[in-house]
């Protein structure tokens, strides 16, 4: 019998590493990675785009329900569609990441993500990273992790990967508008970022992303061989 494929969580703070360790992870293990944040940024593109206020969540969530939002694997990695529009670079521009928050704290907007990303996972072989996934999206996911790490490391690689995008931030911005955004997304009152109970907390302040890779899917292996034996 061929071994169960799994759902995999990876939850945590903005820049923790999730989707580095995510997409590796996914495709060390044949999997399909869900990048839940990009879908949540191609929801505040499109509030954006259309001139909506990010303070009426109203009309926010129309403007949402009726956005096609797709994720498509491609062989330079994921891509993001908003209305038949590839998209990927556009939802890491400073101004969506600004609005991400507001736009993702709204209820009907999480319905139509939480949605999408269940039918997503329904088959298994999936890994999920986002703020939601172990405690709301999939609660009895067959592995979660929630990966933290300091501020100065955090800061250090989004100021980095903004960098190899042409954007030049400098640290002290980096680091308020993450601190700003962990705030937001933790203390909203839909869904708000929380380790799930059952989770395995990975600090990757000093761990190389091998070291992160390794550790999620040695665990996956670990828990596949487990259920072999049942
Ligand atoms: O992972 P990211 O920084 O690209 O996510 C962007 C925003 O989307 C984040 O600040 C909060 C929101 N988000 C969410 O509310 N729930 C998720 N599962 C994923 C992201």
Partial sequence: MGLKKLVIAIDGPAASGKSTTARRAAALLGYLHVDTGAMYRAAALKVLRTGTSPDDPERVSQVVEDARIVLQRRDDGLHVTLDGEDVTD????????????????MRRVRDVMVREQRALGAGGGIVLEGRDIGTVVFPDADLKFFLVAGIDARARRRQEELRARGVTVSIAAVKEELGERDRLDSTRDESPLRKADDAIELDTSALT??????????????????????
């Fill in 90 to 105: 556009e939802i890491r521009t400073p101004a969506v990441t600004r609005v991400v928050s507001a736009v993702s704290a």
């Fill in 209 to 230: 992303i091998d070291q992160q890779v390794a550790a999620v899917v040695a665990t996956a292996h670990r828990v596949m061989g487990e259920r072999e034996k049942k």
